[in-house]
């Protein structure tokens, strides 16, 4: 799988969790899903990528994007 691959499933993925709990606790877990909206922006036009960075470090295979 590719880095790309990762970092799409790995921040649906998070969404989810962070929309469950929201559903579950409280509504302050919505900041969690905003953040990983504001970090997907910002990595479409710097791309730069924290998690992209980490899993080249790990030897992922690289993406079209990353």
């Not at 993925?13 to 969690?32: D, E, I, R």
């Amino acid at each position: 799988m590719s880095i790309d691959r990762i970092i799409m499933a790995f921040a649906g993925t998070v969404v989810l969790l962070s929309l469950l709990l929201a559903q579950l606790f409280s509504p302050w877990w919505l900041l969690l899903t905003a953040f990983v909206g504001v970090n997907l922006l910002q990595a479409a036009f710097t791309g730069l990528c924290p998690l992209a960075m980490a899993l080249k470090r790990f030897g992922a295979k690289s993406g079209a994007a990353f």
